[in-house]
Nanobody
Framework: QVQLVESGGGLVQAGGSLRLSCAASGSIFNIEDMGWYRQAPEKQRELVAEITNDGRTNYADSVKGRFTVTRDYAKSTVYLQMNNLKPEDTAVYYC????????????WGQGTQVTVAS
């Protein structure tokens, strides 16, 4: 089993920055890709950014140029640096990790609230 614990959410003014962290523990050698999803009220959960085991990244169009996902493999931690935040970025942000065994379900953190005030 893998446990994911997020930190770093909060309230920020539009144009500000936040950095989210997600630390993995447990069977960390089972982890493949890691990343971040978000869910705003009354909306579906959506991919924000992800990073593969070999460092390739993928971003939602809405955050390209503003958000950066990085990964510290030694610490089993993934980060999301969010700059130039907009009110529409307000959501609960969830850390996500895929298991190296495709048939196994992914792992999720408990979520951290990000609120951007206009």
């Amino acid at each position: 089993q893998v446990q994911l614990v997020e930190s770093g959410g909060g309230l920020v003014q539009a144009g500000g920055s936040l950095r989210l962290s997600c630390a993995a523990s447990g069977s960390i050698f089972n982890i493949e890709d890691m990343g971040w999803y978000r869910q705003a009220p009354e909306k579906q959960r959506e991919l924000v950014a992800e990073i593969t085991n070999d460092g390739r990244t993928n971003y939602a169009d809405s955050v390209k140029g503003r958000f950066t996902v990085t990964r510290d493999y030694a610490k089993s931690t993934v980060y999301l640096q969010m700059n130039n935040l907009k009110p529409e970025d307000t959501a609960v942000y969830y850390c996500h990790a895929d298991d190296i065994i495709f048939e196994r379900p992914p792992y999720w953190g408990q979520g951290t609230q990000v609120t951007v005030a206009s």
